[in-house]
């Protein structure tokens, strides 16, 4: 660690609390100044968390309290009430604007799911709505419906398997894993604009164009039609 340095570590929330601790030592060893960008009441890390939550009650933060985030007022007001724990005004709040869908079954929410995103999708564009799930199972069973109907619309071009992944021209995928030299990062996310068996070409939701080796596609790209709470904390799209 570069003497003097300042490390920012963004969606702070997340990170266990060991691999947390060990970058805060690290860099206050060094003589650096961590600093810590999240929220303690969204999602928590997948391992043992907890430290950032401990450290924003006892020391002094700058607190971000405007929300751009949710166009209409009513729904930045009804996540206000679900973040402090008022569940019952936040569901009243949905309920009263038609967002609750009730289902006899999971196969049949899985299915309205499927179509509501599609409507969505088909208004404001693929990359810009997004299903989400806790479970991983629910996640693939989703992003199969989802390319169901892009395969069906003529949406999905040529496809090649890479290890456990089929991947096909115009799928909307995400990067589980950062690689400096290709120019992605876990959660970089785009549309794949061209394959061989060899390569993917990925457009980025930035607009790049990134080359990714069959052994990364194969390990660390997965459909994004669909994705889980943690896998999208911090993306913003129009539907949800």
């Given amino acids: 660690t570069p003497a003097g340095v300042c490390v920012i570590v963004d969606e702070a929330s997340m990170a266990d609390t060991p691999t947390l601790a060990a970058v805060i030592h690290a860099v206050t060893d060094a003589g650096g100044r961590v600093v810590l960008v999240g929220d303690p009441a969204q999602l928590p890390a997948v391992g043992p968390g907890g430290l950032f939550a ?3 009650a006892e020391v002094q933060t700058t607190e971000l309290t405007g929300n751009r985030r949710q166009h209409a007022e009513w729904e930045r007001d009804a996540l206000a009430a679900l973040r402090v724990g008022d569940a019952n005004e936040a569901l009243a709040a949905y309920a009263a604007h038609g967002r609750i869908t009730q289902t006899p079954d999971a196969e049949q929410a899985r299915a309205r799911l499927a179509e509501d995103w599609w409507t969505a999708a088909r208004e404001v564009g693929v990359g810009e709505a997004v299903m989400l799930a806790h479970r991983n199972q629910d996640v693939d069973d989703l992003n199969a419906l989802a390319r169901e109907r892009m395969r069906a619309t003529g949406r999905l071009g040529a496809e090649h398997r890479y290890g456990g992944a089929v991947l096909a021209a115009g799928d909307r ?8 030299a290709l120019g992605v ?3 970089t996310r785009g549309r794949i604009e061209s394959l061989t068996p060899d390569h993917v070409v990925l457009r980025t939701h930035d607009g790049e164009l990134r080359t990714l080796p069959a052994d990364y596609a194969a390990e660390h790209v997965r459909h994004a039609y669909a994705l889980t709470v943690h896998a999208a904390q911090g993306a913003t799209v129009d539907h949800a």
């Fill in 54 to 56: 401990a450290l924003t």
């Fill in 173 to 180: 995928v995400m990067c589980r894993h950062n690689d400096h």
């Fill in 185 to 187: 990062r876990n959660g």
